[in-house]
């Protein structure tokens, strides 16, 4: 973050967690080992030199006291937990022999609807749309 850019305005996943880490009035090195990673890991992480793996990241959300969805959402990037959940639902509506084709479109609409209207939704790049009417 620029010396001259205001507090609030983190934008990426690395200078969010350092935001909260301030916050917290930890340092790099107190975070790093309540975390339970290295001081350089974090460092890449804040600086964006280095994407957390999920693992890490709920490392992280731990210890902030926040989930991974609420840092993936504050940092606008699709968390890999909720594409997951997407695309189990839309697949069990694509493989359901009970269901026409009418009313899988019907489902996959609604289902949409829904998740596009979410609080979690609002501030992440849902990308249910496009994948449903890719089925």
Known sequence: ???????GSATTLGEIIRQQR???ELSMRQFA???????PYLS????GLRAPSEHVLEAIARTLKVSADTLYAQAGVKSPSADAEDSAVLDA???D???????????????DA??????????TN???????RAK
């Open 93 to 95: 509506i694509a493989e």
């Open 97 to 111: 022999p009970r269901l026409t084709a009418r009313q899988r479109t019907a489902l996959r609409e609604v289902y």
């Open 33 to 39: 080992e309540l975390a339970g990673i290295s001081n």
């Open 22 to 24: 301030e916050l917290a």
């Open 126 to 132: 849902r990308g249910a749309k496009n994948r449903s």
């Open 114 to 123: 829904f998740v596009s209207t979410s609080p979690r939704a609002s501030a």
């Open 1 to 7: 973050m620029a010396a001259d850019e205001p507090r």
């Open 44 to 47: 890449q992480i804040e600086r």
